[in-house]
């Protein structure tokens, strides 16, 4: 069936030159973009963790600042609110001691009122009681 004649030998180096070949044709620089596309996705995985850890770090950081603002904001509003009260107890005893000082003055007005009143009643009493007699006994007797 086969012939071990000079043939084999010529098939034989015929098989190792189209080895070689496609070696240095097809499989050397096949293999080299296939090794560079490996370091390429390689890298690039390292990068792209990287800049997740960057970026997970910088999401930590915002955060704590966020964090840090709101307690911020939250202690001015707190201050704001501390004072607002404080502006406003003072502004109603202010107006409370205002208040009973118009009282004061309004019951001292009266009372001066009420005695002008009275003076003046009794010297219409007064009157009207001179003119009561005057009528009932005449105006000689009133004389001394």
Do not use: C, H, W
């Not at 307690?71 to 406003?88: G, N």
């Amino acid at each position: 069936m086969f012939d071990f004649d000079a043939t084999l030998p010529l098939m034989a180096l015929q098989f190792l030159l189209l080895a070689a070949l496609l070696n240095a044709i097809f499989y050397k620089p096949m293999t080299k973009v296939l090794d560079d596309r490996d370091n390429y996705i390689r890298t690039n995985n390292l990068e792209a963790g990287e800049r997740l850890a960057k970026a997970e770090r910088l999401t930590k950081e915002y955060e704590q600042q966020l964090g840090d603002a709101r307690r911020q904001s939250q202690a001015t509003v707190e201050a704001a609110l501390a004072e607002a009260k404080k502006i406003t107890a003072e502004k109603i005893a202010e107006a409370q001691k205002e208040a009973q000082a118009q009282r004061e003055q309004a019951s001292v007005e009266i009372e001066q009122q009420k005695q002008e009143a009275m003076r003046s009643l009794e010297q219409q009493v007064d009157a009207l009681s001179r003119q009561i007699l005057e009528k009932l006994l005449g105006p000689t007797s009133l004389v001394r």
